[in-house]
């Protein structure tokens, strides 16, 4: 086996060759894996990144790095078109599996069980199930679109947002550049009823004003996520989120012609580096005039349970914080 850093592919990836070449079972596999991870997860971060944290988060830092370094636990949504969550928790409980609600979000599962695997879920009740963090579902749950509207889901990549997308009445359009991931999509149980399109949100086979609703999932530095892929960082550098940045505005500039007038976009990173948050609201603010700061709160309702204020149309979700991934999520509407 290659050392992951000579050959730039995910240690999850390795795992998985391992795995099959030594045929390995499933607690095998499980245990090779955490082994691993945890050595992955202690060893040093790049000076670049750590600088960059410093000078974001300044005494908050430390405890930030920390809970970024920590194992995050899984998080199920429920699909609430098919079952109670009451329900659900009492059948995952009946399998050994023990669960609390999220304190974040409506209809999250965080799962408690430390021996918790997939394979456990009864299949009847997988079917109404998926794993999605508290803090991407808090994403998704800020399209707040009514039967009969049009939503676009930008970078609907393996389709994770587009599933919970579909809890509503409207239409969905799930679109992604990649051909490989809009596939994988479709074979999802229960996404079949999305609209699935493969394009350059750049370059979107769209007319300007079709959309009521317009989700950018973007492709980012995906920093926010360490607690699950703890060796990304050994793939990332400063250019890669310079052209990450390039690519938000490209999008952002093609979401904003896209809205019909007051339709509303929401704007998603799973990153906790500013340049691809905090400094893309000044970057909207100078040079999309046509949108307009929505408040989050007004969207969300008391389906998510984060103090802030009522005005503020952006939110940076952090593991140290809140306790979920680090994601960062912003609302506009069109003028
Ligand atoms: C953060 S991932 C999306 C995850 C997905 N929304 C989910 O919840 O499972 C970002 C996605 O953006 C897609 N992407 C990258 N550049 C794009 C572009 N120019 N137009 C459309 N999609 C793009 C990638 O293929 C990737 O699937």
Redesign the pocket.
């Known amino acids: 086996m290659k050392h992951h850093g000579a050959t730039g592919e995910p240690v999850s990836h390795l795992v998985s060759s391992l795995s099959r070449a030594r045929k390995l079972g499933s607690r095998d596999r499980k245990l090779v894996g955490e082994a691993v991870y945890t050595m992955v997860r202690n060893l040093p971060w790049p000076a670049w990144f750590l600088k960059k944290l410093e000078k974001e988060y300044g005494k908050n830092a430390p405890e930030l790095i920390k809970a970024l370094r920590e194992r995050a636990q899984p998080v199920l949504a429920v699909d609430k078109r098919h079952c109670h969550i009451d329900q659900v928790q009492e059948s995952l409980q009946e399998q050994g599996i023990e669960t609390r609600k999220s304190a974040l979000i409506e209809g999250a599962l965080v799962v408690v069980s430390a021996d918790f695997s997939w394979e456990k879920i009864p299949e009847e009740l997988q079917k109404s199930l998926w794993l999605?963090d508290e803090a991407?579902q808090i994403a998704?749950r800020s399209v707040a679109a009514k039967a009969g509207m049009l939503v676009l889901?930008?970078?609907?990549?393996?389709?994770?947002?587009?599933r919970y997308l579909l809890q509503s009445d409207a239409h969905i359009v799930a679109?992604?550049?990649?051909e490989k991931?809009t596939r994988a999509s479709l074979e999802r149980e229960g996404l079949e009823s999305a609209w699935h399109v493969v394009?350059?949100?750049?370059k979107p086979p769209f007319a300007d004003g079709t959309f009521d609703w317009i989700i950018i999932?973007?492709?980012?530095s995906?920093t926010g996520t360490l607690r699950r892929a703890p060796d990304l960082l050994s793939r990332l550098d400063e250019k890669n989120i310079k052209s990450c940045v390039e690519?938000q505005q490209?999008?952002l500039r093609s979401a904003a012609a896209l809205l019909k007038a007051s339709g509303k976009l929401i704007y998603v990173?799973?990153s906790v580096l500013p340049e691809e948050n905090r400094q893309m609201l000044s970057w909207i603010k100078d040079e999309l005039k046509i949108l307009k700061p929505q408040p989050l709160a007004e969207i969300w309702g008391s389906d998510v349970k984060i103090e802030m204020s009522p005005e503020a149309n952006f939110i940076q979700l952090l593991p140290s914080t809140h306790g979920c991934d680090g994601f960062f999520i912003a609302a506009y509407r069109s003028n």
């Open positions: 999605m991407s998704a889901d930008m970078c609907a990549g393996g389709g994770g947002k587009t679109m992604d550049s990649s991931r394009a350059d949100g750049m999932d973007a492709p980012c995906g690519i490209g999008l990173t799973c």
